[in-house]
């Protein structure tokens, strides 16, 4: 069975919908987070860690993968699924963000992306041909058009210049993508200009795609620019297919982004912030290093419900964390995970039960901030 | 309930034996083996791991924890099982052996041992009355006596006065241990001179401990050396009470020394291991990084059913260890710790069916060596 989308139910205060997306390995329960594991590992966790916390998706970087060990190299092993020993869905982006966020001799052309590898500085040239024969040998379940990612506070001239040539390479993608066991997404850009996200979504639409992304964003803007763009883009999109906010984000921008119609997400920010010692709490975020936890017998986030909170204090946490001892990163990567997916499903149980706008409230209420543009 | 030792079975061949040792934190099932957390953590694994692999006691490091958090500071927290939470027998070293190889400048008197630490260089002085109150601060089931260890190929005569010094020691560390809920082992030391062995074995019979380590092993000897004290001074100890074998070993040197009659190990030789890519197999020790294992699509163990070997290739494996994903360490300390676990358990049944000789054979067998001394 090919993926596809199907929508359950819809708020009756904001554009926020559950749904479910079918794939050739499962199902994923929208609104949903995908944890990132870039090389084929979410960092610290297992398979199973993940199965426990209900993780329903992982992205994985097709860029890193082609890098090391090669697209061909996993296809060989009988794919990206099977090597790493997740049989559940798998999305991989194209490689585009990270070509040009994580490469400074980058030099585009009609064709594609000439770079140099970050890791040894071979060279390397990916066309939107390639991205998908990367992709195909993956074999994720959902993939993504190759695009092209401008810096936050690109200009005018330059951002529409990229989003043509990202239609352009999104027309090559969709040709090249024979591999019809994967769903593959387009990609909006446009940056923060109106008529241009304008021009990158009928451009999509009129391509055709099997769901479709909102890239560009999270690069640096302040939440309330990223959700202008959501507002404008997102009613705008098939209702009937999926709705993918790349790259974003923190807590608060995925309960604003679920409230504005998106239905899936990745991000590296709670899986990073755990190995710097940056955890989630209902009531904000608490950096365990911080000294004032040094004899704190109490649980990270006495609410919180994961292996983590359930068996460990704050101080040992500290302890494990300036002793620099490994499992330090695997309880707080255990902790954020959760966190991530119990507020994910949260939002899905409020905009079932109709009563979004009041968890919405309480989110706030319990962080002691306000909701931004409420 | 006090710590006590019970013994179950004996092999007809050896003077290996089975037996059970009795803790106020659970049973465990001898000979056995420790993994080491030598900062209250077994790097990289939770107590659920540790539950999960059939770990029933860890060892922890009095003179790690001293330094950092300190006792002090984990006896507030409810004592070490309650701040790691680890609800399952602990033993704690009492920084013997720590203090004279971690610190090139300790001064030795009479008194104790003054050395600075190796992570910032203060001044610490640790007597065998510090010991002990440290190590009761811990709250450890089992607990060690303080003692001198020296470096391999000591000379008789630097040796002998250690011997006597360590005895000293002993009975200082005997009268000051008022905890009676832990288990006080003396530590025979003697280096490689039979009669100074015999000095160590008769002067703690006649202070009495609650079990008998063989300390001063396993610091550079080739193993025949190794085995010929052992073969001298088990048979001397007691035969109700535990001997536990400090900081040993390989594979082979559990094997051998089971044989010999050791109850108890420690070693963090399968977790260091880990952590470098060397993984135990029953066919020997293989090294990850290998470039053969890179399209290895086998398990690491196909006969092994560790989580490791049941979800993973050579090859997955060897990219995470290459690409430095902290997974690696993860699911190589899983298999390490399940093989050493196997090896025991393996161990205990081969005596318990009077099949010891048959299984020492095959172990040597399949790794297609020879038994040593055999």
């Known amino acids: 069975m090919t993926t596809h989308f199907e929508v359950l139910s819809a708020s009756s ?74 049989d559940h869905p798998i999305l991989t982006d194209s490689g585009g963000y990270q070509i040009f966020s994580l490469n400074k001799l980058t030099k ?9 590898s970050h890791i040894d500085g071979s060279r390397h040239f990916i066309s939107p041909e390639k991205a998908i024969e990367i992709e195909s040998s993956l074999g994720a379940d959902i993939i993504m058009a190759f695009d092209e990612c401008l810096p936050y506070a690109s200009d005018y001239k330059r951002t529409a210049a990229s989003v043509d040539r990202t239609l352009r390479w999104a027309k090559r993608s969709k040709s090249a993508h024979l591999n019809k066991k994967q769903s593959l997404y387009g990609i909006v850009q446009g940056g923060f200009f109106p008529d241009l996200r304008k021009v990158g979504v009928e451009g999509l639409l009129e391509i055709g795609f099997d769901g479709y992304a ?95 909170c359930r068996h460990f204090s704050r101080a040992y946490l500290r302890h494990l964390f300036i002793a620099k001892e490994i499992l330090a990163i695997r309880l707080n990567t255990l902790h954020n995970l959760y966190y991530y997916l119990a507020l994910m499903s949260g939002l899905r149980q409020a905009i079932k039960d109709l009563t979004l706008s009041r968890f919405r409230k309480t989110f706030y209420e319990l962080r002691n901030t306000a909701s931004p543009l409420s």
Not at 59 to 78: M, Q, T
Not at 108 to 116: L, N, P
Not at 259 to 275: E, K, N, Q
Request: aromatic share 8%; hydrophobic share 35%.
């Open 108 to 116: 585009i052309s009609e064709e594609g992306a000439a770079f140099q």
């Open 214 to 308: 909102i890239g560009g964003l999270s690069v640096g803007e302040p939440q309330d620019e990223m959700l202008e763009v959501l507002e404008q883009v997102v009613p705008t999109l098939p209702s009937d297919k999926t709705v993918y906010l790349m790259g974003v984000g923190r807590p608060e921008d995925l309960v604003e982004a679920v409230w504005r119609g998106v239905d899936l997400f990745d991000c590296v920010l709670p899986t990073r912030h755990a190995r710097t010692g940056s955890l989630f709490t209902a009531r904000g975020e608490i950096n365990i290093k911080n000294s004032r936890y040094k004899e704190d017998d109490q649980p990270l986030d006495s609410d919180c419900a994961c292996y983590t």
């Open 13 to 86: 205060e904001a554009l926020a919908r559950c749904g479910r997306i079918h794939t050739p390995h499962g199902v994923i329960d929208t609104p949903a987070f995908c944890p990132v594991g870039t090389l084929g590992s979410v960092k610290g966790m297992a398979p199973d860690d993940l199965e426990g916390l209900g993780v329903q998706m992982m992205l994985s970087n097709a860029y890193h993968l082609y890098l090391r060990p090669g697209h061909r190299f996993i296809e060989k092993r009988g794919g990206l699924h099977n090597f790493i020993g997740w």
